[in-house]
């Protein structure tokens, strides 16, 4: 009996250990920043330009007019340092767009929808790069739950960028996957400033925890229990928030101002069939474009008359 009970407590240490060690392992795959997140060379060259070629012009000749700047400012409630590009436009009379970038991506890589808010709708454009991605400082990556926060003091520097004597800035917050998560979660804070006139959430997932089990179950084959519960548990202790609270879909339910809901119907990384329950939530106003044949954040690049024409509809309802 003595050493049935060895070894059945055995067993359970190993296990134990077994589930640690994976838990721990899928936290830092998950969280952990790109190690050259600052390589600004390769996200300009490997993946701006190489979705878009004809970007490469018009990045020099912003850069060469000082059109393209850089600004850093230090999070007050974190004390990181953190880094956007911007681009003040003379035709905008304050109208402003903050463009939030996606997972392990970084402001460089979406400059092209910088490009259609600046030349197209003539807006300032300011586009931070989250915690832990780019050239900003941080441990580890939030999915869009407490970058929120970081969100909410970037539209407090838009103001300060934008607004002068005559035209007080007029703010559309527009975030692609986990940046449309970002944007999400802004939406739903009670203490928004008045500049913010609208949202607009391009391929946004329902919570940390769906997209989490998504991927177990896609990429790795796995169920959620028990490694999304361990690994939440974990992500609580560790850096103080959980899969299931890190959730847009709770966020958008508290959401008053406009929002335009943009998802691709062949996406699978996260699943199209997320938006639904998204849009349900949103109290009005609301709008919402699929974009037929698309595949994860592609819904631009496979349809930039269409969506910017939709994009373009919802400005003219937000900012009369």
């Known amino acids: 009996m003595k050493k049935m009970l060895i070894v059945v407590i055995s067993i359970l240490v190993v296990l134990a250990l077994g589930l640690w060690i994976a838990t721990d392992y899928m936290l830092k795959f998950s969280l952990s920043p ?99 991605h780019g050239q900003s400082e941080g441990e580890s990556i939030r999915m869009g739950w407490k970058d929120s926060d970081d969100l909410l003091y970037w539209t407090k520097v838009a103001e300060k960028l934008f607004s002068d004597g005559q035209n007080r800035c007029s703010i559309v917050v527009h975030g692609v996957s986990m940046g449309a998560a970002t944007t999400m979660n802004l939406s739903g804070k009670s203490d928004l400033p008045l500049s913010i006139r609208g949202f607009v959430e391009d391929c946004g997932f329902t919570s940390v925890w769906d997209e989490f089990k998504e991927e ?29 609270e890190a959730s847009p879909l709770e966020s958008v339910k508290r959401c008053s101002y406009p929002m335009l809901f943009i998802h691709g119907d062949a996406d ?5 069939w997320m938006v639904h329950p998204l849009f349900e939530s949103k109290p009005c106003p609301k709008y919402i474009w699929i974009a037929k044949g698309s595949e994860h954040a592609l819904a631009y690049k496979d349809h930039p008359i269409e969506y910017t024409h939709e994009v373009r509809k919802f400005l003219n309802e937000i900012m009369k």
């Open 34 to 132: 790109d190690p050259n997140r600052a390589d600004t060379d390769s996200a300009y060259n490997k993946v701006l330009y190489s979705r878009f070629p004809d970007m490469r012009p018009w990045v020099d000749q912003m850069t060469t007019n000082q059109l393209l700047r850089d600004t850093f400012v230090v999070m007050p409630h974190s004390g990181e340092r953190h880094h956007a590009l911007y681009i003040p436009s003379d035709r905008s009379n304050g109208k402003t767009a903050i463009i939030v970038h996606g997972y392990k991506d970084c402001a460089i890589k979406f400059l092209y929808m910088g490009r259609m808010y600046y030349d197209v709708f003539g807006y300032n454009v300011l586009m931070p790069d989250l915690s832990a």
């Open 268 to 272: 699978t990384f996260v699943p199209s």
């Open 216 to 244: 177990l179950k896609n990429r790795f084959s796995l169920p959620a229990f028990p490694l999304l519960y361990t690994g939440s548990a974990l992500c609580k202790a560790r850096y103080g928030w959980s899969f299931k």
